[in-house]
């Protein structure tokens, strides 16, 4: 239809959908490896057991897998773009919250929120 999206009338541009799926999943690639490479650290800082480190790994994990499809009903109920802001600037609050983390329980609580927010900024 000529660059343009039937239901909304708006000029479909594909080169920001592609940048913004991008962002998403380099962002999702770099938390994981962030968490992965300060495990050491995160053991001996905040003194926690290895059932702690792996339930700061999986906790973001399980989050996410579970809440994928609901993420993408939101996307399509109220909007991609909204639901992406949204879900982005949730995942940005629990990455600060994770990375000033006094004890390894509200850790694990940030890496659910983010995990929480995942699907929302990745459906789009």
């Given at each position: 239809m000529n660059g343009v999206s039937a239901s909304t009338h708006r000029p479909f541009r594909p080169g920001w959908t592609l940048a913004l799926v991008s962002v998403a999943a380099f962002l999702t690639s770099l938390d994981v490896m962030v968490v992965v490479t300060a495990l050491p650290t995160i053991q001996e800082e905040l003194n926690a057991s290895l059932a702690d480190l792996e339930w700061?790994?999986?906790?973001?994990?399980?989050?996410?897998?579970?809440?994928?499809?609901?993420?993408?009903?939101?996307?399509d109920r109220f909007g991609r773009l909204k639901s992406y802001v949204f879900g982005l600037a949730v995942f940005t609050l629990a990455s600060a919250m994770a990375a000033l983390a006094p004890s390894v329980e509200i850790l694990i609580l940030a890496r659910?929120?983010?995990?929480?927010?995942?699907?929302?900024?990745?459906s789009r």
């Open positions: 700061t790994v999986n906790a973001y994990n399980l989050a996410f897998a579970c809440l994928m499809l609901i993420g993408s009903a939101l996307g659910v929120l983010q995990g929480i927010a995942g699907p929302g900024w990745r």
